[in-house]
């Protein structure tokens, strides 16, 4: 069995995040960066499901040189090897998606079929939700999204996605596409040994051609942020009654 999981590397989330004066981009500059947890997910079950059935995991970024950083601890963590399609500027997700087939295109022209591709459901910074769909188009694979469990048996995949209501199952043919989603799995931490061994695993770099965009972005925007404000009750004992008044009012206290 042979797996590819397709990561991207992205601000990490939970700061402030601001945005460039032209409104085209974040503000990375204080930032530092990880893969979205969907993929870290999507990593994790690559890396059991070859523990299981034997074969090769890969790893696959689009991005800038720095990505091999998220590579490199993909890679510690038990992935096989990785391929960076380097690019100077941002590709969007019709563009991305040529990008990732063309690659896979020569890995097949090479012997490697990819038995199963994860992706992310989507990316913590534009959340398209787009690439996977797009290359399982045009390899002409099945696709399952958000998926959050998964099983490999007889040539089949099993995919669950949780529901209002439950859970619903997907059986399908491989080779095929999947996005994964936060909840799969628990992703281990990388260790010393595997980090080291990660330096010495191969990464394959080369600069995929861009292409005209179909869709042209205007602007980003912050969504509103929650309104907050505080009260100040008092100062010292002063203050215990309003206090006792707020949790009263709460329905704390009788």
Same mark, same amino acid.
């Given at each position: 069995?042979?797996?590819?999981?397709?990561?991207?590397?992205?601000?990490?989330?939970?700061?402030?995040?601001?945005?460039?004066?032209?409104?085209?981009?974040?503000?990375?500059?204080?930032?530092?960066?990880?893969?979205?947890?969907?993929?870290?997910?999507?990593?994790?079950?690559?890396?059991?499901?070859?523990?299981?059935?034997?074969?090769?995991?890969?790893?696959?970024?689009?991005?800038?040189?720095?990505?091999?950083?998220?590579? *490199?601890? !993909?890679? +510690? /963590? $038990?992935?096989?090897?990785?391929?960076?399609?380097?690019?100077?500027?941002?590709? %969007? @997700?019709? &563009?991305?998606?040529?990008?990732?087939?063309?690659?896979?295109?020569?890995?097949?022209?090479?012997?490697?079929?990819?038995?199963?591709?994860?992706?992310?459901?989507?990316?913590?910074?534009?959340?398209?939700?787009?690439?996977?769909? *797009?290359? !399982?188009? +045009? /390899? $002409?694979?099945?696709?399952?999204?958000?998926?959050?469990?998964?099983?490999?048996? %007889? @040539?089949? &995949?099993?995919?669950?996605?949780?529901?209002?209501?439950?859970?619903?199952?997907?059986?399908?043919?491989?080779?095929?596409?999947?996005?994964?989603?936060?909840?799969?799995?628990?992703?281990?931490?990388?260790?010393?040994?595997?980090?080291?061994? !990660?330096?010495?695993?191969?990464?394959?770099?080369?600069?995929?051609?861009?292409?005209?965009?179909?869709?042209?972005?205007?602007?980003?925007?912050?969504?509103?942020?929650?309104?907050?404000?505080?009260?100040?009750?008092?100062?010292?004992?002063?203050?215990?009654?309003?206090?006792?008044?707020?949790?009263?009012?709460?329905?704390?206290?009788?």
């Amino acid at each position: 069995m042979n797996i590819l999981v397709c990561a991207k590397r992205v601000p990490m989330t939970g700061g402030t995040i601001v945005l460039t004066e032209d409104e085209q981009s974040i503000q990375t500059r204080h930032l530092g960066f990880t893969i979205s947890p969907h993929e870290e997910c999507g990593v994790e079950e690559a890396v059991r499901l070859i523990e299981a059935n034997g074969g090769e995991s890969v790893v696959l970024a689009l991005g800038p040189s720095e990505a091999e950083e998220q590579l *490199r601890d !993909a890679m +510690a /963590l $038990g992935i096989d090897r990785a391929i960076l399609l380097e690019t100077a500027g941002e590709f %969007d @997700g019709q &563009a991305t998606a040529a990008a990732i087939v063309a690659a896979i295109e020569a890995e097949r022209a090479s012997g490697v079929e990819f038995d199963l591709i994860f992706f992310g459901n989507e990316s913590a910074d534009s959340g398209n939700y787009q690439v996977g769909i *797009r290359v !399982a188009h +045009a /390899l $002409g694979r099945p696709c399952v999204t958000g998926v959050k469990g998964i099983t490999v048996q %007889d @040539g089949r &995949a099993r995919c669950e996605q949780e529901t209002a209501s439950g859970r619903d199952v997907y059986d399908v043919p491989l080779p095929a596409v999947v996005t994964v989603k936060e909840g799969l799995n628990l992703p281990r931490y990388p260790s010393v040994p595997g980090r080291l061994r !990660a330096k010495r695993k191969p990464l394959a770099t080369s600069t995929p051609a861009n292409r005209a965009a179909g869709v042209e972005k205007l602007r980003l925007r912050l969504p509103p942020g929650q309104g907050k404000q505080a009260e100040i009750l008092g100062h010292g004992p002063e203050a215990a009654p309003a206090v006792v008044e707020v949790l009263r009012r709460a329905g704390l206290v009788a």
